[in-house]
């Protein structure tokens, strides 16, 4: 099972919005609604921001916003802080032979 | 608060077994899906499976051969082994828990890993 394909890197300037795609196929990103983003910063483990394509987990700033078209989902970040400077992980349902999950490759966000 | 936290050697030999147990505080394993995952050093997360209190089970179709999850509620415990393994293997592993009720949606909260080296 191949990992959901999103950019190597991103950047932005603070204030700036930036943009995150992950690109899967039918089978995971397109087939249901199940899809979250993780913030991960160095040495530390994922931090789930996003869930269910669009919604906030308790305390995460709604500068982070997520949408999803056909087999894409896209995670925004507005006004771009340097603590935002991250890894950002997308992960979806996914069925081939059986149920499961499959996440990203990653994005590396750089705020410059 | 749900914690969790990961134990179990950091160094395993190849060809033998990799075996982790995670200790879940402030919540009970008796709801909910509990997952390992693991991430390879400068990689992206890799989700090896889950399991229910029930004991139903959930694994990555490219691991299910060599892995096996268990859990005991009355220690608020779930263990993974992942058996013959190789320097491929080497990594970062979380547990945590998925909160979506199919086990299948989105993990919060996550434990702060633990690495494992497989090496001679």
């Known amino acids: 099972q191949s990992a959901l394909t999103q950019p190597a890197s991103v950047s932005g300037s603070p204030g700036q919005s930036i943009t995150i795609s992950c690109t899967g196929t039918?089978?995971?990103?397109?087939?249901?609604?199940?899809v979250s983003w993780y913030q991960q910063h160095p040495g530390k483990a994922p931090k789930l921001i996003i869930y269910e394509v669009n919604k906030w987990p308790s305390g995460v700033s709604n500068r982070f916003s997520g949408s999803k078209s056909g087999n894409t989902a896209s995670l925004t970040i507005s006004g771009l802080q340097a603590e935002d400077e991250a890894d950002y992980y997308c992960?979806?349902?996914?069925?081939?032979?059986?149920?499961?999950?499959?996440f990203g490759g990653g994005t590396k966000l750089t705020v410059l | 608060q749900v914690q969790l936290q990961e134990s179990g050697p950091g160094l395993v030999k190849p060809s033998e077994t990799l075996s982790l147990t995670c200790t879940v505080s402030g919540g009970s394993t008796r709801s909910y899906y509990w997952s390992w995952i693991r991430q390879p050093p400068g990689t992206g997360p890799e989700w090896i499976g889950n399991i229910y209190s029930s004991g139903r089970t959930n694994y990555n179709p490219s691991l299910k051969s060599r892995v096996s999850i268990s859990i005991d509620t009355s220690k608020n415990q779930f263990s993974l082994k992942l058996n013959s393994v190789t320097a491929a293997d080497t990594a970062v592993y979380y547990c945590?828990?998925?909160?979506?009720?199919?086990?299948?949606?989105?993990?919060?909260?996550w434990g702060q890993g633990t690495l494992v080296t497989v090496s001679s």
């Open positions: 945590a828990r998925d909160q979506a009720l199919t086990g299948l949606g989105w993990i919060d909260p």
């Open positions: 992960s979806s349902y996914a069925y081939t032979t059986t149920p499961h999950v499959i």
């Open positions: 039918s089978s995971d990103v397109g087939s249901h609604n199940l």
